[in-house]
């Protein structure tokens, strides 16, 4: 109970063939690194059981290995998890996530367990850049415990020409506001649309959802 589990995404060929998690060339810096840092026990694993590349595994494999996941944080019960790449956020959470987009992404487990995401070319420890930016936010996810998002807050829908001039006039009131879209298809494409916006103000917990 209460050890670090980090799951990767797969096991390389190296590691299927060695069944030891995280045991190739440049999963071995990742594994210096965090263990330079934390001196409790370590759990490492893979969210899929076969070698695979990442760009490969469909949702149908997802759905297939998560249950393997689910137990396995059941059976390791770890005060905190570290997931490197999209694949393995996505088994333990059940939501999907690009961590190149998002630095320092995190999320909660229904058990209120911390979940950092880590993209995985920070393996690519040959970039020195990289590398530092692995180390701080290793260091970051291993030290801070940052507040569960709200569950229960609500949102005002926009329908209406009307009601989104009354929603921008008091987002403009608030100073500053937050916003995120989702999109369809490659910017720049005839066919890339955004599907929706979503905007709450700083002083404000309601959002606005066009």
Known sequence: DGALLVVDSAPT?????A??????SPNRTVRSMIEAKHDGPIVYAHAMRCPTRSKLVTDKAVDACRPY??????????????????????????????????????????????????????RMTSNRFLAARLKRDIEWALDETPERPPHDASFHLVETPEQSAQACEHLRAGGWFAYDTETSGLMGDEFFQVVCLAAVRSDDDDAYLW
């Open 13 to 17: 060929s190296e590691e299927d063939a």
């Open 69 to 122: 996941t689910a137990g396995l944080v059941r059976e390791v019960k770890p005060s905190r998890i570290f997931c490197l790449g999209r694949i393995a956020f996505e088994m333990v959470l059940g939501v999907s996530a690009d961590p190149m987009s998002v630095r320092r992404g995190y999320g909660y487990t229904a058990d209120d367990v911390p979940v950092f995401m880590f993209p995985q070319a920070y």
């Open 19 to 24: 069944e030891r998690p995280m045991s190739s």
